[in-house]
């Protein structure tokens, strides 16, 4: 009977701790997201101001 408050105590302190590391990982991921969509925005505001018009020539060639 002594062992059953030693055990309910390192329980709920094994508890407490899974929940704090899962807390620290869900920010991890928000914060990979977030990292993730601003650099796919920095790259598609880069790839759209390096858009070139396409050449506009009078000369065509004809396929042989």
């Known amino acids: 009977m002594k062992l059953l ?4 105590g390192g329980f ?3 508890i407490a701790v899974c929940w704090v ?4 990982l869900e920010a991890n991921v928000k914060l990979y ?5 601003e650099r796919i925005d ?3 505001k880069h790839d759209q101001s390096e858009e ?7 000369h065509t ?4």
């Not at 997201?33 to 969509?37: L, N, P």
């Not at 060639?61 to 042989?64: A, G, I, K, M, S």
């Open 5 to 8: 408050p030693l055990f309910l």
């Open 21 to 24: 590391y899962i807390g620290h």
């Open 42 to 44: 920095a790259l598609s």
């Open 52 to 58: 070139k018009p396409a050449p506009t020539s009078s």
């Open 33 to 37: 997201e977030r990292y993730i969509h």
């Open 12 to 14: 709920a302190a094994g």
């Open 61 to 64: 060639q004809t396929p042989r």
